[in-house]
């Protein structure tokens, strides 16, 4: 059956499909028993597609979209950092004030955060999107994922989420650091007055 799909592409869609019970009865007649066929079972994609880019660049909708084509988890390491920043914008913190980033890693400490199969994060039993794509984290989320004591609190909860069989991984040091196995990495790029315009947007929508 698979070859009969095979050999009749540029047929209308659903010819196969149409003429399988006349193949099924003169099969069966032939064999003298009953023959059913059965579409192939599309093969499950197994292994790790890491994407990189910088803010703004539409990373996230092209991995969003490519694990849905795949039929894979989608895993955005950023939204550790993303909901590390919004716990310090919500307890008023500042990354320059070292008093302020002790503060904010006994937060996480007792925050427990976990990354989705669906390029989310939840954060105290919250699902969170909307709240992590606003101007105030947009801003803050570099200089908080740069200090090393924020990084480090935040790696566990990362590799965690990036232990999987099959996944479209997006983040930093995916291919470098964290899955070197990747079977592909990507980098996503736009120029700067592109970018700006759409973190502007995407912050602005929410």
Known sequence: YAQLESGKRRAAAGWADA?????????????????????????????????DGAAGSGKSPLARALARRLGVPHVGTGQAYRAAALRAIEHGLDPARAGDVARLLRILARTPIALTDDGGVVVAGVLLFAALDTLPVEESVAAWARLPEVRAALRPIIDRAVLVRAAVIEGRDVKSVLRPDALASFYVDVDEATRASMVRGRAGAH
């Open 19 to 51: 003429r399988r019970p006349a193949v099924e009865a003169q099969l069966s007649a032939l064999l003298e028993q009953p023959v059913k066929l059965q579409r192939p079972a599309r093969r499950a994609f197994v292994g790790v597609v890491a994407i």
